[in-house]
């Protein structure tokens, strides 16, 4: 987590003494206020960089640096970029980290009498950005703002907020501190806001370690007061009290989202027409699924490489449109935890799976359709070009022929979706009647209004009419009225329009023309008349766009005031197209309806890993699950490596988290209880840049789990222990299913898988815990893999087998063996005690028994600082005898 990057100090000081310009005096003056920014000014085509600003637009965009006023004493290092290709790099500034003032020219340069005001419009950072190259099409961008103070101890509610600048969605709610990091990982912002009072306390510590390539920015500490931050949040929303807002009661999020529509405000300069509606998030309406969780089961990101392959979002998201895409994604994030929503959900995807041709004709409908969200979110925002609008309408446009396909749809929710439909058919005509089918790129190309639209724009035109009908004509009259076949008409920025004859036929040119400009081959000219009607129609031009531009705003202002109502249609239209790819998935892929209910077990019959069975060559074997926290409440699995222990943790996991997304699921019949949060630790990494080994990594994330996990929990653990030596690893893996067992009314249904053989003895004396293995087959020291989860315990781990499979040279397999028969005999002579008996039922093992335990106690009395070498040396070889 890195502060957002800012231009120092100095460049925004001059140099002392420095005789400045009238508009380096000005650009000074902007600078000032924005001493955090890059600051681009703009200069007719060209937005410029000055001082250190330019050293690093340098640097970032690949463009020239060069120097303004290069003979004075004080030089000015100077980069520019065309105006035209902006955003392109906006977007690497912003993704490099830096934030970026614009500074427009507010006056039209031809009208100025003196310097050209200029003010800066609007700051973007790296989260708060509407520039199209920094918004992933198929996801949201999201910038998130904690509401630290400085003091807060693991349990203390933290205040967060969420807002996606470029939608309006926007969140808050308050979550321990300790779930913070789980927060940040949740939501993936593009920047995270925080107060200046947390910075350097030991949670945004935490944050930027964890989050070491996110860009934070900091926010004046008054922001967060709760008075001025509940004021921003009811001025906004226009009403009077929290509680029409739902969010009464959690004044830590209010003060989160009121610094964060501060913020924003305050960058945009505008009031955000976004933003019409907060959603409030509770704890008692989302599954959770914490930071680790995310990861671990790989739902959006690799846990290893860049293969997106393996994730389940990559072939869940079937979703013809960018909204449905986004929502997705929001789904698999936070669960509904409610079965009745997750229910409803089913049973929207079991109709389509029902009706497959209507299914298959809406999606191919739902194809053509633009991302309408971000279309209204620019139209918001005063960022909406011509195109942009032309979008919207044919967005539009394909809206009943969606809702037609839902027409005779009996489940309860499409049946709600379908009414939600607004078909928006008079904002679409509306557009229609303004732009004309084929607009530019912008408004300042003019030609953007249909002609009919405006008697003003219309009447200008029709005043010029004749002069732009004469400069047409005027080549072709001119070639016929001096017989120079090869005269041209040309225009240019500079000039405006000439005449153009190669140097051989200058001298046959009319006494009327005049010399414009000499060129090597060429010579250009003009006339009197040319000029005149020149003037008309460049004054007429220029009219035009004022026109143009106040009738477009206008236009887009209109439009704006309808974004809630566009938001309850692309809303409706996001959920469709979501449980239409749910079906189109569970039809190509044998998915069933999963049935959720209250209860306490999770019994999963044919289950299948969503992702693992599409990227076997061979078919996938499935597997059962009975797991419930009053009766079989742990279940301890056992077996070889490569015997699919893994697998089958995760896919457990998958499919109750698709379950309550409201996905079918890849099981030939599924009941699921009642679940609030999902854990795991699965896999090992070390966290070196933390100074966090292996074990302390999966050490704290158990100590996470078995903190928080409640009864209604779904707990996987995958090899835990085996980041420290064997007997180590091995008290601690049993402590922990005692504990897990044992805790009193927090008994977390928990898959957990061990090679740790000796833990299978829990099963005698933990009533609710049950053993499970891999089952495979040997035949003349070979080992099949059958991949099946049956009851049983394994008696040994098969690891030589699997390394032999894994290519070890054959010498080392063979010693391998060797010294494997020599443990296995000098074990066999060892004297082995039974478990004894301790605290309530469980089982303590005698980890140091006959020789091994003699050996323990000599080591135990010895001083070894008081040993010589020689004495030392006699207590090994006393030792390594008694063993």
């Known amino acids: 987590m890195n502060p957002t990057r800012t231009g120092t100090e100095s460049a925004a000081t001059p140099a002392e003494g420095a005789k400045l310009t009238p508009m380096m005096a000005q650009y000074w003056e902007i600078k000032k206020a924005h001493r955090e920014s890059i600051v681009l000014f703009r200069m007719g085509d060209f937005y410029e960089t000055f001082h250190d600003d330019a050293k690093i637009a340098s640097r970032v965009l690949g463009v020239a ?47 100025a009498k003196g310097l050209v005001k200029r003010a800066v419009t609007e700051v973007l950072t790296p989260g708060t950005a509407l520039v199209p190259g920094l918004l992933p099409d198929r996801e949201a961008h999201y910038a998130l703002c904690l509401a630290l103070h400085g003091d807060e101890t693991p349990g203390t509610p933290v205040g967060f907020a969420v807002l996606d600048f470029s939608t ?28 200046r009072a947390a910075l350097t306390t030991p949670l945004e510590v935490e944050l930027r370690q964890r989050f070491e390539s996110l860009p934070v920015s900091f926010l004046d500490d008054a922001s967060f007061t709760p008075r001025i931050a509940a004021d921003v949040v009811l001025r906004h929303f226009g009403v009077l009290s929290l509680d029409g807002l739902g969010c009464a009661d959690l004044p830590r999020g209010v003060a989160a989202a009121g610094a964060l529509l501060d913020c924003g405000m305050r960058l945009k300069q505008t009031r955000l027409h976004a933003v019409t509606r907060i959603q409030v998030v509770r704890d008692q309406d989302e599954l959770v699924l914490d930071d680790d969780t995310l990861a671990n089961l790989e739902i959006f990101r690799p846990l290893r490489g860049q293969d997106p392959g393996v994730t389940l979002v990559h072939h869940l998201d079937q979703c013809q449109t960018a909204m449905g895409s986004r929502l997705l994604r929001a789904w698999l994030r936070a669960p509904s935890r409610r079965p009745d929503a997750a229910a409803a959900r089913h ?86 009647a303004t732009v004309v089918d084929e607009p530019p790129a912008h408004l300042r190309d003019g030609g953007v209004i249909r002609p009919g639209a405006s008697d003003e724009l219309d009447a200008l035109l029709a005043d010029t009419r004749e002069a732009r009908e004469w400069i047409a004509g005027l080549q072709e009259t001119e070639r016929q009225a001096t017989g120079l076949g090869k005269l041209r008409v040309g225009y240019n920025k500079p000039f405006g329009y000439y005449l153009e004859l190669p140097r051989g036929q200058a001298e046959r040119v009319p006494a009327h023309y005049i010399t414009k400009q000499t060129l090597v081959n060429a010579q250009r000219f003009i006339t009197p008349e040319m000029k005149d009607k020149e003037q008309l129609v460049l004054r007429s031009e220029a009219e035009r766009v004022r026109i143009e531009t106040q009738l477009f705003a206008a236009l887009r202002a209109r439009l704006a005031a309808h974004v809630e109502r566009v938001r309850c249609t692309t809303a409706a239209l996001a959920a469709v197209d979501v449980l239409a790819a749910f079906a189109h998935v569970a039809r190509k892929r044998d998915y069933t309806c999963p049935r959720l209910n209250g209860g306490d077990a999770i019994r999963i ?87 966090q080994s292996t074990f302390l990594v999966e050490m704290t994330e158990t100590a996470k789990i078995l903190n928080t996990a409640t009864s209604q929990s779904l707990v996987v653990l995958d090899e835990v222990g085996r980041g420290t030596s064997t007997h180590d690893g091995m008290s601690l893996a049993w402590a922990i299913l005692e504990y897990l067992h044992d805790r009193g009314p927090a008994r977390p249904r928990t898959l957990f898988a061990t090679h740790y053989h000796e833990l299978t003895v829990l099963e005698e004396t933990l009533p609710r815990l049950r053993n499970r293995t891999v089952e495979i087959k040997e035949w003349q020291d070979e080992i099949l893999f059958l991949h099946r989860i049956r009851p049983g315990r394994a008696d040994k781990s098969y690891g030589i087998q699997v390394a032999r499979l894994a290519g070890l040279p054959p010498a080392v397999i063979d010693r391998a063996r060797e010294i494997l028969a020599e443990h296995e005999r000098m074990e066999a002579t060892l004297v082995h005690r039974p478990p004894v008996p301790v605290g309530r039922g469980a089982a303590q093992m005698d980890l140091f028994a006959g020789a091994e335990r003699q050996v323990a106690e000599r080591l135990r009395r010895a001083i070894l600082d008081e040993l010589t070498p020689e004495q030392a040396l006699a207590l090994v070889r006393e030792l390594r005898a008694t063993l």
Not at 184 to 190: N, T
């Open 65 to 111: 640096l060069t120097t303004r006023d290069r003979h004075s004493d004080n030089p000015v290092p100077l980069a520019g970029v065309p105006f035209h290709a902006v955003d392109a790099y906006i977007t690497r500034l912003l993704r490099a980290g830096y934030k970026v003032a614009v500074c427009e020219q507010i006056e039209d340069p031809a009208l």
């Open 347 to 432: 049973a929207g995807v079991a109709w389509f799976v029902d009706h497959h041709a209507v299914l298959e004709e809406l999606r191919t409908a739902l194809a053509g359709i633009s991302d309408l969200e971000r279309l209204a979110g620019r139209i918001a925002a005063d960022r909406a070009t011509p195109r942009d609008l032309l979008a919207f309408a044919e967005g539009c446009e394909r809206l009943p022929g969606v809702a037609a396909y839902l027409h005779a749809a009996t489940a309860p929710l499409l049946g709600t979706l379908h009414a939600a439909l607004d078909p928006l058919a008079d904002l679409a005509a509306e557009i229609r």
């Open 168 to 195: 309006g969605e926007f969140h808050l709610g308050e979550r321990p501190a300790r779930e913070m990091l789980d927060v940040v990982a949740r939501y993936a912002p593009g920047e995270l806001f925080l107060p």
């Open 605 to 691: 019959h044919g289950g299948r890993h969503p992702v693992v069975e599409l990227l076997l060559d061979a078919e996938f074997v499935p597997n059962d699950v009975d797991v419930a926290s009053s009766a079989a409440q742990i279940l301890l699995i056992t077996g070889p490596n490569m015997g699919g222990k893994s697998t089958y943790l995760r896919q457990v996991a998958l499919i109750v988290l698709m379950a309550y997304a409201g996905s079918f699921v890849p099981a030939r019949d599924a009941e699921i209880g009642a679940v609030d949060r999902i854990f795991t630790r699965v896999g090992a990494s070390d966290n070196l840049a933390r100074g």
